[in-house]
């Protein structure tokens, strides 16, 4: 499954990642982990998602409360 289809999944993921409770990640195939705090890291590598760049990435979560925004996030569009 893409990590972000559209443009709206990525303003409602980067809502997801604003109210975070800990730390929420993205690593890709190669191992290398980029912590999506900064807003800039998360324009780039949600950029390079959408355009097709960058398929081989992962998204983790630390905390409880993170990771059930996230399947709440994934199992919605997943849904529809």
Do not use: P, Q
């Not at 191992?31 to 097709?52: C, P, W």
């Amino acid at each position: 499954m893409k990590l972000l289809n559209n443009v709206n999944e990525a303003k409602v993921l980067n809502n997801i990642v604003e109210h975070r409770t800990g730390s929420i990640w993205l690593e890709n195939s190669k191992g290398v982990r980029y912590d999506l705090a900064s807003r800039m890291t998360r324009d780039i590598l949600f950029a390079e998602i959408l355009t097709g760049y960058a398929d081989d990435y992962e998204i983790y979560a630390s905390t409880r409360e993170d990771i059930s925004a996230l399947i709440h996030f994934f199992g919605a569009r997943a849904a529809a």
